[in-house]
């Protein structure tokens, strides 16, 4: 079982840059998946951006394309998501998570859930 801890939200104002990062324990962090996924208030929660393995494959959601870049470091058990140009419409809680295969849009697919961590961007 991984264990997963996100952090670097906070309060940005739209047009501004944060960088989240996703710790993991565990040996096998490399065999799996990430994705970083958001809930709004009232809202269902969202795959935002989705990397496999080895970092070759990548997943964008259509309103972050061109703004947030996923990447991911194996040797540090880490998964990051920049995020550029933040809009209003970018607040949310942000939270990782793993996967065996490469289904980000299938929400069941994913576990091993982390706390997530909240971004909130003022206009």
């Known amino acids: 079982q991984v264990q997963l801890v996100e952090s670097g939200g906070g309060l940005m104002q739209a047009g501004g840059s944060l960088r989240l990062s996703c710790a993991a324990s565990?040996?096998?962090?490399?065999?799996?998946?990430m994705g970083w996924f958001r809930q709004a208030p009232g809202k269902e929660r969202d795959v935002v951006a989705a990397i496999n393995w080895s970092g070759i494959n990548t997943y964008y959601a259509d309103s972050v394309k061109g703004r947030f870049t996923i990447s991911r470091d194996n040797a540090k058990n880490t998964v990051y998501l920049q995020m550029n140009s933040l809009k209003p419409d970018d607040t949310a809680v942000y939270y990782c998570?793993?996967?065996?295969?490469?289904?980000?849009?299938?929400?069941?697919?994913?576990?091993?859930w982390g706390q997530g961590t909240q971004v909130t961007v003022s206009s």
């Open positions: 565990g040996r096998t962090f490399r065999i799996y998946a």
């Open positions: 998570a793993t996967s065996r295969g490469f289904a980000p849009r299938t929400l069941e697919d994913w576990g091993s």
